[in-house]
């Protein structure tokens, strides 16, 4: 990494937690992802979900399909896991390097997550031959309980669900993806190397005064939910101190503008255009720009034993103006920080 005051120069990046849709949306959106990343963990949550080795195929090279002829990335294919997945499937996807990982959402906990987990032992097979063959789970840490409450989602999840299946399977692999609680930061703090974290940009940069006060903000609506401040500052913290076992997951998002400003608004954020702006700005906010290079672009890779990219990519102290809106006639998308100016631009 070389830093200087007006330009910092960092190994390319990998986003370990992306959504990227379908079809046209897909189109629109990877551009933003693969100028930027060299690699990123696909979510399966399509409708329907990919859950075996022939779908993610086809969507794979359909990803690869779409890139610009000039863009170097790999997508790398997550399973979502059902109560009725195979883990002959699941061991074969990984063995065949199609699959990276498997997704655990529990059911109806975000977008497209009603084919997920109801009861987490009725999945004890898949997540005995994870343990077994090494295989990644990601897990989206929200319990569903809907007599708990919307901001203690995670906090339960990792009392009532986590720490009982960490000591049932206690060498897997587990990331804990986009936390928004000092619960999971002390959790992952206090955890052995298994485990790690994917932290977004907007888990960092916001709290819910930023989604709740005077108006609401539908653009800043995505689950888990954003916290108040004190959590918040737990994130900032975790970044702060370089701690491998956190690592960049944009969990970029995208919903037209048309189902986020409504009455049953989407949750979800669109970062992809702006989450390594608005990175670079938190870690120099907490002058730890020191731990920005081995954030964006070690800790993830070595967490799933995966080589680093060797090219690299360098940031300019330059302003640089979100836009209001992407179009893709005739919806739109408001990507994260619309209309505000950050203080660094991708060198082109
Ligand atoms: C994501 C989506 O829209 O697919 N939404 C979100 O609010 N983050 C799903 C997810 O990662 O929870
Ligand atoms: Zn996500």
Redesign the pocket.
């Known amino acids: 990494m070389i830093i200087g005051l007006n330009k910092i120069t960092i190994r390319r990046p990998d986003d370990w ?1 992306l ?1 990227v849709r379908n079809d046209y949306l897909l189109k629109l959106v990877l551009p933003y992802t693969s100028s930027i990343f060299g690699r990123a963990m696909i ?1 399966p ?1 399509l409708l329907p979900p990919i859950t075996n080795i022939k779908s993610a195929i086809n969507y794979r090279n359909k990803i690869l399909s779409l890139l610009p002829k000039n863009h170097k990335f790999i997508p790398l294919m997550t399973c979502y896991l059902t109560e009725s997945s195979n883990p002959n499937e699941i061991e074969l996807g990984f063995n065949t390097g199609v699959f990276a990982a498997v997704k655990l ?1 529990p059911q109806s ?5 009603s084919y997920g987990i109801k009861n987490i032992t009725s999945v004890n097979k898949v997540l005995e031959r994870l343990q077994k063959i090494g295989m990644p789970l990601l897990i ?1 840490c929200e319990i569903t309980d809907i007599n708990v409450d919307i901001f203690d989602r995670e906090a339960y999840f990792i009392e009532k669900i986590m720490q009982p299946l960490r000591k049932r399977f206690p060498e897997l692999k587990i990331v804990m ?2 936390i928004s609680t000092k619960e999971a930061v002390e959790y992952v703090n206090s955890s052995d190397n298994k485990i790690a974290a994917t932290i977004t940009p907007h888990h960092l940069m916001l709290n819910r005064n930023d989604l709740l006060t005077n108006y609401i903000n539908p653009h800043f ?4 939910i954003i916290k108040s401040k004190l959590h918040q500052q737990a994130l900032r913290e975790a970044v702060s101190k370089g701690n491998p076992n956190f690592f960049l997951g944009t ?1 970029s ?1 995208p ?1 037209f503008r048309c189902t986020k400003e409504n009455k049953c608004g ?4 669109f970062n992809a255009p702006t989450a390594l702006l608005a990175y670079a700005t938190v870690f120099e906010e907490l002058n730890a720009i020191k731990y920005f290079e081995s954030f964006c672009s070690e800790n993830g890779a070595r967490f799933y034993d995966l080589s680093l990219n060797k090219e690299k990519i360098t940031l300019i102290r330059k302003r640089c103006e979100i836009k209001k809106t992407i179009n893709l006639f005739p919806y739109d998308l408001v990507p994260f920080l619309a209309g505000k100016t950050l203080n660094w631009s991708i060198k082109d």
């Open positions: 937690h959504h979510m949550n959402y906990s975000t977008t497209n997550s989206h993806e986009h609506y995505c689950f888990p969990d998002a919903h989407h949750a979800g954020i």
